[in-house]
């Protein structure tokens, strides 16, 4: 599975908060490794983000993280001669190879560059691909339309020579939209009537379903500095076969809990402050929204139930 999307867009702080994610969540996954420097990594990232209240640094090289995600599919099988329905649940253990790359490599002079052909190589052998698009940078910047489209025509050049190709990308695309808990986000999510109450947030938190997800990425695109970010759905849409792909709103960090009523206040949402130096710091306890959700789905289109 490899990341793509821009500095400082999320895809680092996203691994940070996987651990506390799948905690949080209600299928019981698991993930740990198997040797001692996967180990270390998975405890450092945790830590920075969870413990820490810091944010990772930006990424420099191409990184390629090996972790262990264990969990229950439950397949389902019809037998005997009127089709009767067993329902069992298979033990699944899935291998990450996560692949986290600077975001500076979408960049049209990074063409040639070493880091960036290996970028590509770890693209062209994915099996999906884990896209996130930040709001507030495409407000600020407005490169995602440039950055994404030079890195997938390029991308396409090579799998065009694999067997089978057939046009378009194979891969599995799960698009995040980042930063739900940034206010900007947050009210234009909740203005155009896209948050609704999640009944299994224990802090009330709201959500964005994955049948709105879709819609809030062409809207937040349409705000882009450059004017181009609206072109950017269609370009995933032109590049990728629409129906393998999946939306999703996210926050790693999710919003911020009052910390006398325990519960979410709409007033408040966000869960990030910046120090007077400007370095960006976690308010308070970190609990993730919709980081987990596209890592299974991933799974699910890897091992379909039958």
């Not at 680092?12 to 949080?24: Q, R």
């Not at 298979?90 to 070493?114: Q, S, Y």
């Not at 910047?141 to 990308?169: I, N, W």
């Not at 609990?287 to 959700?293: A, C």
């Amino acid at each position: 599975v490899a990341m793509l999307g821009p500095t400082e867009s999320g895809k680092t702080t996203f691994l940070c908060a996987l651990k506390k994610a799948l905690l949080e969540h209600d299928e019981e996954w698991v993930l740990f490794t198997r040797d001692a420097a996967s180990q270390r990594q998975l405890d450092e990232m945790s830590s920075a983000l969870i413990s820490e209240g810091g944010f990772p640094m930006p990424t420099h090289t191409v990184d390629t993280i090996r972790w262990i995600l264990g969990g229950s599919v439950e397949r389902r099988e019809r037998t005997g001669r009127f089709g009767r329905e067993i329902r069992t649940k298979d033990r699944v253990e899935i291998t990450l190879r996560l692949t986290d790359a600077p975001g500076g490599l979408g960049r049209a002079d990074r063409v040639g560059l070493t880091a960036r052909d290996e970028l590509i190589k770890q693209l062209a052998d994915s099996y999906a691909v884990l896209y996130m698009f930040d709001p507030i940078r495409e407000f600020t910047h407005g490169d995602a339309f440039e950055r994404t489209d030079s890195l997938l025509s390029e991308l396409m050049g090579v799998v065009s020579q694999f067997p089978g190709y057939e046009g378009k990308l194979p891969h599995r695309l799960a698009v995040c939209v980042t930063k739900l808990d940034d206010p900007r986000v947050f009210r234009t999510a909740n203005d155009l009537g896209m948050l609704m109450p999640d009944d299994s947030s224990r802090w009330g938190f709201p959500r964005v379903h994955e049948t709105d997800a879709q819609a809030l990425f062409h809207a937040l695109g349409e705000i882009s500095r450059s004017g181009n970010g609206e072109a950017v759905p269609r370009l995933l849409e032109r590049y990728f076969y629409p129906e393998r792909i999946s939306y999703y709103v996210t926050s790693a960090v999710g919003f911020m809990v009052n910390k006398h009523t325990r519960r979410f206040d709409a007033r408040d949402p966000e869960n990030v402050y910046r120090t007077a130096s400007g370095a960006p710091l976690v308010r308070g306890p970190v609990h993730p929204i919709n980081v987990v959700e596209p890592i299974l789905w991933i799974i699910r289109q890897l091992a379909p139930v039958t």
